[in-house]
């Protein structure tokens, strides 16, 4: 137990972002979790950033098969996944009685679920965690409803942090066409209840504008690799595919303990 | 928004909180305030812990199925908190009115950090409530409590009693454990944050009469909206 006791007091004196902005992947971003240490566990968390219908699950799907043939154990997580927050989230939002903080609160309460229960004990076992979003798009989504930004991080100070945070990019015109040839706008991924008007479209446009420049805001804290997600989706897979295979090959490298070769094939 | 647990409000209305562990008698006492301050003429609402609609599904199947964490607890408790705060605590401030609260963020303060979560971490939660005008903590031993709750033929809850934290099997020894946590960090929040201690051993009508000499004394402030008769 002292050993536990030793993790934690070091991880409290290195806190991740705040006074000097140093983050330190795979440890808490602020207080954490105090009954639940994570120092060396062997996983990663890999997350995948973006505005609605920028091609994430995408991506997602093809790395993580991309990840399983080299023989990486993967873990999926992603928003509202938890079992214990998506029927509240989703009545939440069919009734119309959110308020910002509320909205923000429930997100966080799916994220907590969900690294407890999925992202840690997946770490633990050495699995790769693919997350499709983090905790930056509910940061992006509750700055531009105007929630105290400080507030916002020091809720989340019991995230972990990701390993790896690509973020991918878009603009606004190849947003909105790819939306309105998939499937049209949606109340709340036009930020209506921010009530600029009745125009859907006016407000769509708006709304992720101001989403954009609140997830550019958050690149540089955060460390995202900002990818340019207008290009096909195969160019775009080859470059993350590129740049987690790079890192990998680090981490693993770097590892106390080495593992075989021949356990990485099956 | 960070400050205003610490920062006096300014709506016209009177915000009273009771805080005590569970069978401290704090529900009672709250029930009889508000019956003197509506018989005076004074309009009141009261608010309860964890009653918000919206959460309340979320919360209790956390709780059949045993699967909350300390931080999603936390994390369920405070989104309940603000939406309670939005509908059911500014406006009647805003119209005037007296507000009760019965539990407020000193309930999590106590009952998260019992549970293990930082203790920083949650007080910067509910940074964006409005501080109470007065706050009443009912003190009460443990034996105190526990004989008031097994009188009541209450089966102790199992997060009420913290069997989630696997201290005991046994209810009420696990109820003796994890509610003499939340008995210490109710100590360190009177001097932290100012809360009035009532005896809550004594007998109702003395608790209650001390109640009414402490809300007297902010009803003599600022004029709060009387009702004609």
Known sequence: MTEQKDAKEAKEQTPAFGANGHIQPGRYYGHGLPYAPIDHYPGKIIAVEGTDGVGRSTQIRLLREWLEVQGYGVVETGWTRSALMQPTIELAKSSNTLNKLTFVLLYATDFADRLEKEIIPALKAGFVVLSDRYIFSALARAGVRGVDRAWLRSLYGFAIAPHLVFYLKIDVDTLIRRVLSARGMDFWESGMDLKGGDDIYDSFRSYQNKLLREYSSMADEFGFRVLDARRPIDVLQDELRRQVQAFLVNADGSQAQESEPAEKHP | ?229
């Open chain 2, 1 to 229: 928004m960070l400050n205003n647990l610490s920062t006096p409000h300014e709506y016209p209305g009177k915000l009273f909180v009771v805080e005590g562990i569970d069978g401290s008698g704090k529900t009672t006492q709250l029930a009889l305030l508000a019956k003197w301050l509506s018989a005076a003429g004074l309009r009141v609402f009261v608010t309860e812990w964890n009653s918000s609609a919206l959460v309340k599904a979320a919360t209790k199947m956390g709780k059949k199925k045993n699967s909350l964490t300390p931080t999603t607890f936390s994390l369920l408790h405070a989104t309940d908190f603000a939406d309670r705060l939005l509908y059911n605590i500014v406006p009647p401030l805003k119209a005037g009115m007296i507000v009760l609260a019965d539990r407020y963020a000193y309930t999590a303060f106590a009952r998260d950090v019992a549970r293990g979560v930082d203790r920083a971490w949650v007080r910067d939660l509910y940074s964006f409530a409005v501080r109470p005008d007065l706050a009443l903590y009912f003190r009460v031993p443990i034996d105190v409590s526990l004989d008031r709750l097994m009188a009541r033929r209450v089966k102790l809850k199992f997060y009420e009693a913290g069997l989630d934290m696997g201290w005991s099997m046994n209810a009420q020894e696990s109820f003796r454990i994890f509610q003499g946590k939340v008995l210490d960090e109710y100590d360190r929040l009177v001097e932290e944050f100012g809360l009035s201690v009532v005896d809550a051993s004594l007998a109702i009508t003395d608790q209650q009469q001390m109640v009414r000499n402490l809300v007297s004394r902010q009803l003599e402030k600022p004029a709060l909206e009387v009702v004609n008769q």
